[in-house]
Nanobody, 126 residues
Framework: QVQLAESGGGSVQAGGSLRLTCVTSGYGGINLMGWFRQAPGKEREGVAAIYPISPRGGNTYYADSVKGRFIISRDNANTMYLQLNSLKAEDTAMYTC??????????????????WGQGTQVTVSL
């Protein structure tokens, strides 16, 4: 069982930056890690992901809404980051990291993720 814990959220003005961290523990035979977000009244959406999870790194995937502004990365087997740049008010949401096995569909489909963190709030003001 994999446990995930996020940190790094906060309040920032539009145009600012934040870096979110996701620390994992346990073993789960995963090949996919990603970040999701959910704003009040909206559906959860995939923000970014890394696949496959290997010592040589992996390919990165982004939602169109964050491409060119957010950067997903890993520095070892246990820690993943999401660098949020040029933040907009519409980026305000609860950000959650997740891990799992990509077996079907797209990287952003929740069914490919079996372990989820508790989330960290990002609030962007104008």
């Amino acid at each position: 069982q994999v446990q995930l814990a996020e940190s790094g959220g906060g309040s920032v003005q539009a145009g600012g930056s934040l870096r979110l961290t996701c620390v994992t523990s346990g073993y789960g035979g995963i090949n996919l890690m990603g970040w999701f977000r959910q704003a009040p009244g909206k559906e959860r959406e995939g923000v970014a992901a890394i696949y496959p999870i290997s010592p040589r790194g992996g390919n990165t995937y982004y939602a169109d809404s964050v491409k060119g502004r957010f950067i997903i990365s890993r520095d070892n087997a246990n820690t993943m980051y999401l660098q949020l740049n040029s933040l907009k008010a519409e980026d305000t949401a609860m950000y959650t990291c997740a891990s799992g096995l990509w077996r079907e569909g797209t990287w952003s489909e929740a069914k490919n993720y079996k372990s989820w963190g508790q989330g960290t709030q990002v609030t962007v003001s104008l």
